[in-house]
């Protein structure tokens, strides 16, 4: 542990001192932290990554992954909204700002987000699950219920937990 330690924190130090390093470098190293569950460093290595280059999803998708092992759901939303703005398309970055929105309390934004996806989707379960989930907090219990037997119309086998 020691020397994973050391040798991420010789990596950080080298990096910013040698500023021309490429995206790549701070990708892959930030991948190394990730797999050695070295998260501070590959949130601090991905967001370096980010910022030389915008344009790799996977860079966004590690740091959400990192907020929410984190509990940091703010960041978490943070990175679906720079995502996003880069990769509008990706229905994922949506689920995943829902769910955040969800963890801190915010119903209505998680509610919104998990319908437009529906919207572009109608056939995507963990929207309807998630819709389900927060009509429920909302106490819309007429929607929550409308949302949960959609879910269970795409999907009938799987067993849902709904709250």
Same mark, same amino acid.
């Given at each position: 542990?020691?020397?994973?330690?050391?040798?991420?924190?010789?990596?950080?130090?080298?990096?910013?001192?040698?500023?021309?390093?490429?995206?790549?470098?701070?990708?892959?190293?930030?991948?190394?932290?990730?797999?050695?569950?070295?998260?501070?460093?590959?949130?601090?290595?991905?967001?370096?990554?980010?910022?030389?280059?915008?344009?790799?999803?996977?860079?966004?998708?590690?740091?959400?992954?990192? =907020?929410?092992?984190?509990?940091? +759901?703010? #960041? $978490?939303?943070? !990175?679906? @909204?720079? /995502? *996003?703005?880069?990769? %509008?398309?990706?229905?994922?970055?949506?689920?995943?700002?829902?769910?955040?929105?969800?963890?801190?309390?915010?119903?209505?934004?998680?509610?919104?987000?998990?319908?437009?996806?529906?919207?572009?989707?109608?056939?995507?379960?963990?929207?309807?699950?998630?819709?389900?989930?927060? =009509?429920?907090?909302?106490?819309? +219990?007429? #929607? $929550?219920?409308? !949302?949960? @037997?959609? /879910? *269970?119309?795409?999907? %009938?086998?799987?067993?849902?937990?709904?709250?």
């Amino acid at each position: 542990m020691k020397k994973i330690f050391i040798f991420l924190f010789a990596m950080i130090t080298f990096l910013t001192l040698f500023s021309n390093q490429t995206k790549l470098d701070y990708y892959k190293l930030g991948t190394k932290a990730w797999d050695n569950k070295q998260f501070f460093y590959a949130l601090k290595l991905l967001e370096k990554a980010i910022e030389v280059n915008p344009m790799d999803i996977r860079d966004y998708k590690k740091l959400i992954s990192i =907020s929410f092992l984190d509990k940091e +759901y703010e #960041d $978490a939303v943070k !990175y679906c @909204n720079q /995502a *996003i703005h880069y990769f %509008p398309l990706d229905l994922n970055l949506y689920l995943y700002r829902a769910d955040a929105y969800k963890m801190l309390g915010e119903f209505e934004k998680s509610l919104n987000n998990f319908k437009l996806i529906i919207e572009i989707t109608p056939n995507y379960e963990a929207a309807f699950t998630g819709a389900a989930t927060a =009509s429920y907090f909302l106490e819309n +219990y007429d #929607d $929550a219920l409308y !949302y949960a @037997n959609k /879910a *269970i119309e795409l999907n %009938p086998t799987k067993i849902y937990r709904i709250i």
